[in-house]
């Protein structure tokens, strides 16, 4: 493989891209990962915010601080890897950076039921192992919060979580190749064939 290439694993919340991202980490060489939520939780730890407007700032340094580290490893030739709910807003400035250095790009979508997804989701937003930061609109760093609901703001209701996935054209984002899995129901033997499929195009780009 010679070219260079950049993999987006896309899609709704709770689809599992992060846990799909360390198999191909694991079974490609040499990709550099750049994770939003990593960045969005060192820079939360960092500052702290005290309202929306804050947080929103915060996130607007993290975008910046990202496609300055993408665009540093495609300066690098490095192969990059990449989990997000991807939208429409980041778009252009990968397809950007994509074509400027001649990445060849993946995006890797992750669909399933807005059922399912909404119970995973709700699932992971409730485990103390996920960073507040995320869920509040007032966090600093060592702040903790056990008791995870919609009542005290800190849990989507289904409709807030519904309009989010609909609104935001999760399932609608692609750069270059498009490999699409529904994870609705996991199934270890389609799963596996799905990674096999994207394993074997990218080792045979020239």
Known sequence: MSKKILILVSGFPGT?????????????????????????EEIYDKYGFNNNDEKEKLILQM??????????????????????????????????????????VLTVRLLADINILFERQRKRDMSLNRHLGHLTTSYHK???????????????????FSKRCSERGYDKFVIGKLFEH?????????????????????????
Do not use: H
């Open 16 to 40: 599992g891209k992060t846990y799909l991202s360390n198999i191909l980490i694991n079974k490609i060489k040499n990709l550099n990962y750049i994770s939003p939520d990593d960045l969005k």
């Open 63 to 104: 975008w910046e601080q990202y496609f300055e580290l993408m665009e540093m490893n495609m300066k690098n030739k490095k192969n990059i890897i990449s989990d997000y709910p991807f939208s429409i807003k980041q778009y252009s400035k990968i397809k950007k950076l994509s074509e400027k250095y001649n990445y060849n």
């Open 142 to 160: 060592g702040q903790k919060q056990e008791q995870r609901t919609e009542e005290n703001g800190l849990l989507l209701t289904y409709e807030e």
């Open 182 to 206: 529904d994870v609705t129901t996991y199934n270890d033997t389609k799963y596996d064939k799905f990674i096999e499929k994207i394993i074997n195009y990218i080792e045979n780009l020239n």
